[in-house]
Nanobody, 127 residues
Framework: QLQLVESGGGLVQPGGSLRLSCAAS????????IAWFRQAPGKEREGVSCINSSGGITNYADSVKGRFTISRDNDKNTVHLQMSSLKPEDTAVYYCAADPWGVCGTTWYDGSDYNSWGQGTQVTVSS
């Protein structure tokens, strides 16, 4: 299993932007599919986006399409989630997770494909 560390969360006003990062300590992310999930208080965990190991396949939840962009930089062993036009309903703890098969498949959003999870980073969208 990987040790994943998220960073980049914080407080931002509606309409603002944040870039989250997911890094692995002492391991390479090159062969893993990486997904972002989020969980708001009192709500179920929600799949936000995923990217496969090559970066050639990405998926997004309908709620973030057109506003969020996932990317990976294998040279820096990092996956980013660029979030723009943020809304109060984007407020949640954001987690990255790793799929050892390297895919971003049709069931990417249900969480069962991932064997490594980070501790999460808080994103708060509020004026």
């Amino acid at each position: 299993q990987l040790q994943l560390v998220e960073s980049g969360g914080g407080l931002v006003q509606p309409g603002g932007s944040l870039r989250l990062s997911c890094a692995a300590s002492r391991s390479t992310l090159d062969y893993y599919g990486i997904a972002w999930f989020r969980q708001a208080p009192g709500k179920e965990r929600e799949g936000v986006s995923c990217i496969n190991s090559s970066g050639g396949i990405t998926n997004y939840a309908d709620s973030v399409k057109g506003r969020f962009t996932i990317s990976r930089d294998n040279d820096k062993n990092t996956v980013h989630l660029q979030m723009s036009s943020l809304k109060p309903e984007d407020t949640a703890v954001y987690y990255c997770a790793a799929d050892p098969w390297g895919v971003c498949g049709t069931t990417w959003y249900d969480g069962s494909d991932y064997n490594s999870w980070g501790q999460g980073t808080q994103v708060t969208v509020s004026s």
